[in-house]
């Protein structure tokens, strides 16, 4: 039939059905379709838009999630960085979505990640502040993750680097990546130790192995590249790479550190984390070039991954989304291991460990072949959680309707849609009594930890949270403190949430 043969040409592209249920579907459907063109004359249109929309609905595109590591606002080229040089992540978002008001679930690394894999609040799983090792605290298996979500689809799962939702890779009682629906896992769980060359606190699935040799990030992109090649059949893939870059300690392939030596000031030397005493004669600022060396090299190897896609003819079937977990590290260091990192924020107030907007905004790309627009932008307001609910719905997940799921289906915006008028909440127990957070429209409002209003600001006139307004918009103040108090009280009712004694209350 001709005619049917032109229409399967203009299809949209990519995302074509992967298994022969998958394909015969389609084709049984395709025929009805055009026996009833044939029959009754309808145009040809209609049969475009039956087509099209048959495709939609039976496509499961794989996915790629990268989730690096204290990555900050403004530390690409794409998102304004003077200097840095990220040309892999800045084609990603030539060639897809950039999202510029985007927030990260929580100011630090472990609730983030809950809040990401579960689309819900991480005060509801528990996971309150980052999980130190031997603390007992753990994601539990009460929670459903994306992983599980769309293994249940009919996914591969595969979750390489970082994992920090357990305080023990190698436990049997603390559920590991490989129990919360990832079929393989390698990688570490807080930090790299002692920094990301040669790291020796790496696992696969719960075994420690020997001393990796390398930098994780080139040990993460190996690891990528050689399980997508091993797969070796046709269910899609959900590939959820979380890097260790630029969290530090860190250090680079000399190469990558003379790419910036202008902007380092004497001999370039790792200082290792995991010691039992601080490295004191090692803390030395020497500037932000081994800092921008360590986001390039994360950039060079990231793009390894992405022209394997290429290459193999995966991209155009494939979802990419990349993003920070948290705000980052700037050069108002709090801690010692922190010294030598120099995120951007571009220029919002804060950091990592705080809810104001420079530990929450993070840069977040997502490129979706045959829906997102190249070189595009959306302003609309997203959440980390949002991810949860839009990767499930791509993929043909059932999002999970026996809990509370905090965050919504963004696909809209995918398409340059708007999204709907809402709250956003943040609760961290970190180095702040600035406890928690609510953007609502123009406003946000930060409560101390007894709950109580302490500042309030309109981001719209004031983006850069300059000047409280908790007393000149009382009115307002109170409008936002409501909306609080409820979010508080749904996570203290929330009935998975675990009680007093199992939640991480500890500070990085």
Same mark, same amino acid.
């Given at each position: ?291 921008? /060396? =360590? #986001? ?7 793009? !390894?991954? *992405? &022209?394997?896609? +290429? ?80 990767? /499930? =719905? #791509? ?7 026996? !809990?509370? *799921? &905090?965050?919504? +289906? ?99």
């Amino acid at each position: 039939m001709p005619v049917l043969d032109d229409l399967q040409q203009l299809r949209r592209p990519g995302f074509g059905p992967k298994t022969s249920t998958r394909r015969s579907g389609i084709s049984r459907i395709s025929i009805w379709v055009s026996a009833l063109f044939e029959r009754s004359g309808h145009c040809a249109f209609l049969l475009i838009v039956l087509l099209t929309g048959c495709a939609r609905a039976d496509e499961q595109p794989n996915i790629l999630l990268i989730y690096v590591d204290d990555l900050g606002l403004g530390d690409l080229g794409s998102y304004g960085h003077p200097v840095l040089q990220t040309p892999n992540i800045d084609a990603l978002a030539a060639g897809g979505l950039k999202l510029t008001n985007y927030y990260a679930p929580s100011a630090l690394c472990s609730p983030s990640r809950a809040g990401l894999l579960t689309g819900r609040l991480p005060y509801r799983t528990g996971i309150k502040s980052w999980i130190p090792e031997d603390s007992g605290v753990y994601l539990r298996d009460a929670e459903i993750t994306l992983a599980e979500v769309l293994k249940d689809a009919g996914y591969d799962t595969a979750h390489i680097g970082k994992w920090h939702l357990n305080s023990d890779l190698a436990s049997t009682t603390q559920p590991q990546p490989t129990d919360q629906g990832f079929d393989y896992y390698y990688g570490h769980n807080a930090f790299q130790l002692p920094t990301n060359r040669n790291p020796t606190n790496i696992y696969r699935g719960r075994t420690l192995l020997p001393m990796q040799e390398g930098y994780t990030a080139d040990l993460y992109a190996d690891e990528a590249i050689q399980w997508l090649e091993e797969r070796g059949d046709d269910a899609p893939f959900f590939l959820y790479l979380s890097m260790a870059e630029p969290h530090t300690s860190i250090e680079n392939p000399p190469e990558y550190n003379a790419m910036y030596a202008e902007f380092t000031a004497g001999e370039v030397v790792g200082i290792p984390n995991g010691l039992k005493e601080p490295p004191k004669d090692m803390l030395i600022p020497r500037g932000p070039g081994e800092y921008y /060396a =360590n #986001i390039t090299y994360m950039d060079a190897q990231l793009g !390894r991954v *992405i &022209d394997w896609l +290429d290459e193999n003819d995966v991209a155009k079937d494939t979802v990419i989304v990349f993003s920070s977990d948290n705000g980052p590290v700037t050069s108002d260091w709090i801690n010692w291991w922190e010294v030598n990192a120099y995120g951007s924020t571009n220029g919002y107030r804060g950091r990592k460990h705080f809810l104001y907007e420079g530990g929450l905004r993070v840069p977040t790309v997502i490129r979706y072949p045959g829906v997102t627009t190249a070189a595009s932008e959306s302003g609309e307001m997203v959440v980390g959680m949002d991810l949860f609910v839009t990767l /499930a =719905n #791509i993929g043909g997940g059932k999002v999970p309707d026996d !809990r509370a *799921i &905090d965050g919504i +289906d963004v696909q809209t915006i995918l398409e340059g849609g708007s999204l709907p008028n809402r709250s956003i909440f943040w609760a961290l127990d970190s180095k702040s009594e600035l406890e928690f957070a609510i953007r609502d429209g123009d406003w946000k409002l930060l409560l101390d930890r007894t709950q109580a209003p302490r500042e309030l600001y309109n981001l719209i006139d004031d983006p850069l949270e300059f000047f409280n307004l908790l007393e000149a918009e009382a009115e307002v103040t109170e409008r936002l403190n409501k909306k609080a108090q409820v979010y508080l009280a749904d996570i203290a009712n929330d009935p998975l949430r675990p009680r007093l004694g199992a939640e991480s209350t500890y500070e990085e």
